[in-house]
């Protein structure tokens, strides 16, 4: 590979798993992750969603970085209109200290969730709209430059956690590339503005304290398997479920009423989101990727894997760092 790949974690629980074996999961392929070479993993911030174990993100980072030795480890991301800027540099203010160079915040302004879950939440419809001007309030606080007089965050101060604008639109590239942060492009579930939101932020990118030239990484979903068969087997199956996660409002489709939807205009937008996806033998996602890479202009991959069982999805990261000579990187 020509760029470094890192991993987007989504701590799945899967149909008779718990959230316990979920995160049991996400130890394992931490640990094997470091070994086999992968930059980094992220973790998600979703409230509300039963098949997705990292609502508490931070807490999450701690437990596996407490389990690993020196893979960076971060949000991809935390939605920060979810939250005061004070509480999450605390927070990751915390982790750096207890983790020193190792965490990563990624931030994103979506609720993360659904409208009756924002409101749970405490969340004010309205909130979205002041995220610039939070991204430099907890900037400003893991910096020791604290924007509000008299308030800093304790741990939190000084320690210049990394930030990382996410966005699946225009508006996060402009807001990165004003920022002078790097950013980070959801392609692996909105795939439509990813060549155009990249080339506005090259182009507008001013250079910052933290980033002295444009750094893009681009989600991309990939599933490798020792055979092309298998590959797609793992890939259909994904879709399915998708289709149950996003269109079932509380029940489970079998495998044949899924097919029908996927050939439906609602089916057709979830088969959208899988648009950027790397499918078969690991010589074969090598090959996508390296072409995903130059479409997208990256510096940096972050590939998101699923699968049906836990060992077909650990089985998936090592084939790829294996096909991408990442354990012979280290």
């Known amino acids: 590979m020509t760029v470094p790949l890192s991993i987007l974690d989504l701590a799945h629980i899967g149909e008779g798993v718990t959230a316990a074996d979920s995160f049991k999961a996400s130890v394992t392929l931490a640990q094997r992750a470091e070994e086999w070479g992968y930059r980094r993993i992220w973790y998600a911030e979703h409230h509300n969603m039963s098949t997705i174990a990292s609502s508490a993100t931070s807490v999450l980072i701690g437990h596996v970085a407490s389990q690993t030795k020196h893979i960076r480890l971060g949000a991809g991301g935390i939605m920060l209109p979810n939250h005061a800027p004070l509480t999450i540099a605390e927070q990751f203010g915390t982790l750096e200290t207890l983790h020193p160079g190792r965490i990563d915040l990624g931030l994103g302004r979506a609720p993360g ?74 392609s692996h579930f909105a795939p ?89 033998t690991p010589g074969q996602v090598k090959d996508y990727l390296d072409w995903f890479t130059e479409r997208a202009q990256a510096d940096e991959l972050i590939v998101a894997s699923q699968t049906r069982t836990t060992e077909a999805w650990l089985r998936s990261y090592e084939l790829l760092a294996d096909v991408a000579g990442l354990s012979s990187a280290r």
């Open 192 to 280: 439509q503005a990813l060549e155009d939101a990249v080339a506005i932020y090259r182009r507008d990118f001013q250079p910052s304290k933290q980033l002295s030239e444009p750094y893009v990484i681009a989600g991309v979903n990939v599933i490798a398997a020792d055979t092309e068969e298998e590959a797609e087997a793992q890939f259909l199956a994904a879709k399915r479920r998708r289709v149950t996660q996003l269109l079932g409002r509380g029940r489970t489709f079998s495998d044949e009423e899924a097919d029908m939807i996927l050939q439906s205009p609602a089916g057709q937008q979830v088969l959208q989101m899988t648009t950027y996806s790397g499918v078969g």
């Open 113 to 186: 969730s659904d409208q009756n879950t924002m409101r749970a939440l405490r969340r004010d419809p309205s909130s979205a709209e002041s995220f610039p001007q939070d991204v430099q309030e907890l900037q400003g606080y893991l910096a020791g430059e604290s924007l509000i007089p008299g308030v800093d965050a304790v741990p939190g101060t000084g320690t210049n956690v990394p930030l990382y604008i996410l966005g699946s639109s225009l508006f996060g590239a402009k807001l990165a590339a004003a920022l002078g942060l790097p950013y980070s492009f959801a």
